[in-house]
Structure formats: structure tokens, C-alpha cells
């Protein structure tokens, strides 16, 4: 079956630092990927997304880049601020259905 | 972006009663909901898909009878948890299917249950 596979941190950063969290994936067929992020006592918001192979999702300065010779969708932002902190989940869905599939999660800790 | 609401958003019961949650889509229609179960320091688990005018489908190792859904419109689906026990206190999610124009799923922002 679909699995996805993520670092499960946590990840404690000093502010302005380069975050990257890997993400590879198994999945049937050409899966669209998917990050989303969770913020304390909140539900999950989409980050960004890329449905096919090389395309690039990005948002808030937040990138990843859709890898299907390394079937991996690596989140990477270039200064993070404390603001980022949260949880970041790598998801897909694949098949044409619309069954979510996440991986662990990463907590994110940006200290000043 | 559209707007998935959830209520209530913090329940606290005591064993052995029954919760029922509400997700609603605010601005869209969705024909299908899911509903997700979050443990601590783990990640989001399918539980169940919900379809509005039939019966829900269920993942495997989910009990259909403790776990009771029902989509019963175009924008509300509800979980009832029956005869709640500690075991069954979590973070559960819901999402909505939106089909136009992105075809994309749009979460709510979760409710926690705590049995006592």
C-alpha cells in the first residue's frame, strides 16, 4: 500500500537557519504530494503541493520539489523564523482517490 | 480558501456516554468528508469516509459500531462516539472533498475528547 516516510524530529533551529525536512514516499501509480503543517491547538493547513513529476510546490517561502527518479519531496525554506514553528506533514494521495496518507509528522522548533 | 468548521472543539465526558461531533464545509459542498484520529506524537489516521446519502466506509481495525457516522447533508457530517471510554480520548479531524474548482481536501481545525 501508499506510505510515506519523514523524519520525526524534532527539529530545534535558531532563527534565520535553512530547514530541511526529508520525505520519501511508496505509492501506486503518479500520487500527488503534499505538505501540510499544524500549528499548536490547530488543525492542518495546506503548505503546498505538486501533482507531477519536477513541478515545484511553494508558499510562504516554503519549497519542495516532486522527485520521482528518488520518489521524495523534500520541504526546505531558506531562513526560518519562530514563527514557523510547528508540526510539518508530508502526505499523498495517489490512484485518483482522495484517501489522504501522511507520514509521522515533524515538530518544528525555531528558537530566536 | 474554503472554510471547515468542527464542533465542538474541546469535549470533555465521562465513560461510558456518548459524543457526537459535528464537521461542517461552510462555503462548499462536499459529497465526501473523512474523518481522522491524531494520537500523541503520531500521525493523522484514516478512520472512516463519509458519504453523504449512504453509509460510511470504514478503515480496517475501526469498530462501525463504536464510531458512529452520518452524512446526512451536502455540508455537515457528524462521529458519535458511543459508550466512550478513556482508551477513546484523542484528536479527531474531519476534512472535506471539495471538487470545484480544486479538487482538494480542506481540514477543520479538530476537536479534542478527553474521557474521564
Known amino acids: 500500500g501508499d506510505s510515506v516516510t519523514q523524519m520525526e524530529g524534532p527539529v530545534t533551529l535558531s532563527e534565520e537557519a535553512f530547514l530541511t525536512i526529508n520525505c520519501t514516499y511508496t505509492?501506486?501509480?503518479?500520487?500527488?504530494l503534499f505538505w501540510y503543517v499544524q500549528y499548536p491547538g490547530e488543525g492542518l493547513q495546506l503548505l503546498l503541493k505538486?501533482?507531477?513529476?519536477?513541478d515545484k510546490g511553494s508558499n510562504k517561502g516554503f519549497e519542495a520539489t516532486y522527485r520521482k527518479e528518488t520518489t521524495s519531496f523534500h520541504l526546505e525554506k531558506g531562513s526560518v523564523q519562530v514563527s514557523d514553528s510547528a508540526v510539518y506533514f508530508c502526505?499523498?494521495?495517489?490512484?485518483?482517490?482522495?484517501?489522504?496518507?501522511f507520514g509521522i509528522g515533524t515538530k518544528l522548533q525555531v528558537i530566536p | 480558501g474554503a472554510v471547515v468548521s468542527q464542533h465542538p472543539s474541546r469535549v470533555i465526558c465521562k465513560s461510558g456516554t456518548s459524543v457526537k461531533i459535528e464537521c461542517r464545509s461552510l462555503?462548499?459542498?462536499?459529497?465526501?468528508m473523512f474523518w481522522y484520529r491524531q494520537f500523541p506524537k503520531q500521525s493523522l489516521m484514516l478512520m472512516a469516509t463519509?458519504?453523504?446519502?449512504?453509509?460510511?466506509?470504514?478503515e480496517q481495525g475501526v469498530e462501525k459500531d463504536k464510531f458512529l457516522i452520518n452524512h446526512a447533508s451536502l455540508t455537515l457530517s457528524t462521529l458519535t462516539v458511543t459508550s466512550a471510554h478513556p482508551e477513546d480520548s484523542s484528536f479527531y479531524i474531519c476534512?472535506?472533498?471539495?471538487?470545484?474548482?480544486?479538487?482538494?481536501?480542506?481540514f477543520g481545525p479538530g476537536t479534542r475528547l478527553t474521557v474521564t
Open positions: 462555503d462548499f459542498q462536499a459529497t465526501t
Open positions: 476534512s472535506a472533498h471539495r471538487e470545484t474548482p480544486d479538487y482538494e481536501q480542506y
Open positions: 505538486a501533482t507531477k513529476a519536477d
Open positions: 502526505a499523498l494521495t495517489s490512484g485518483g482517490y482522495q484517501k489522504v496518507t
Open positions: 505509492a501506486t501509480g503518479y500520487p500527488s
Open positions: 463519509s458519504n453523504e446519502g449512504s453509509k460510511a466506509t470504514y
